[in-house]
């Protein structure tokens, strides 16, 4: 199975800090990734999928990038309605993994 | 409007059996593969199951924690998704999703893009 290790578990930062959020994948996966936003009770959402495509609805200052096995998940400029959970998932091969999750709280 | 409801989940003992359903409705059901994905309490994301679609045979994915005991199934003529689960354990105690997925059409792009509400599994004596 692929491991998906996400980086970090959790985090604080002020509104208005640029937010990264890394995974590592165990073995390359191309470009079958995505990232999703789950907020406190609520259904996870979808962010961006195949690495760096924005979600139509999504604001711009979410962005993914990377390749192989390393990527990357940035919130420019962090809102208060940014507060969530937020995981990454990996698509390339079954069974499909997420990544453990990070926490981003606002300092 | 896309929508996905769940329904179906509730108090089972160990070893029992449930049926959860996932009725779609606002997009072509038929033309994508689906998926359930659980979320224990106060933990993370896991994917659970896959069924394609009918031009690719509605052949199926199991994590290994349920293959063996957990079978999804499809009514594409009731637009609807089936995860039978027996044998159950209390770590199968969760929250399970349905979200649509990959088409031929849209390929990636509505894919894992449309979750329903959720629907609670517990496990216990």
């Known amino acids: 199975d692929i491991q998906m290790t996400q980086s970090p578990s959790a985090m604080s930062a002020s509104v208005g800090d640029r937010v990264t959020i890394t995974c590592r994948a165990s073995?390359?996966?191309?470009?079958?990734l995505i990232w999703f936003q789950q907020k406190p009770g609520k259904v996870p959402k979808r962010l961006i999928y195949?690495?760096?495509s924005l979600q139509s609805g999504v604001p711009s200052r979410f962005s993914g990038s990377g390749s192989g096995t390393e990527f990357t998940l940035t919130i420019n400029s962090l809102e208060p309605d940014d507060v969530a959970v937020y995981y990454c998932?990996?698509?390339?091969?079954?069974?499909?993994?997420f990544g453990g999750g990070t926490k981003v709280e606002i300092k | 409007e896309v929508r996905l409801v769940e329904s179906g989940g509730g108090l089972v003992q160990p070893g029992g059996s449930l049926r959860l359903s996932c009725a779609a409705s606002?997009?072509?059901?038929?033309?994508?593969?689906m998926d359930w994905v659980r979320q224990a309490p106060g933990k993370g994301l896991e994917w659970v199951s896959r069924?394609?679609?009918?031009?690719?045979?509605?052949?199926?994915e199991y994590a290994a924690s349920v293959k063996g005991r957990f079978t999804i199934s499809r009514d594409d003529s009731q637009n609807s998704l089936y995860l039978q689960m027996n044998s159950l354990k209390a770590e199968d105690t969760a929250v399970y999703y349905c979200?649509?997925?990959?088409?031929?059409?849209?390929?990636?792009?509505?894919?894992?893009?449309?979750w329903g509400k959720g629907t609670t599994v517990t496990v216990s004596s």
């Open positions: 073995q390359g996966i191309s470009n079958y």
């Open positions: 979200a649509r997925s990959y088409s031929d059409t849209y390929t990636f792009i509505l894919y894992l893009d449309v």
């Open positions: 069924i394609r679609s009918r031009s690719h045979s509605y052949t199926t």
């Open positions: 195949s690495v760096s």
């Open positions: 606002g997009f072509t059901f038929g033309d994508h593969f």
């Open positions: 998932l990996q698509h390339s091969s079954y069974p499909f993994t």
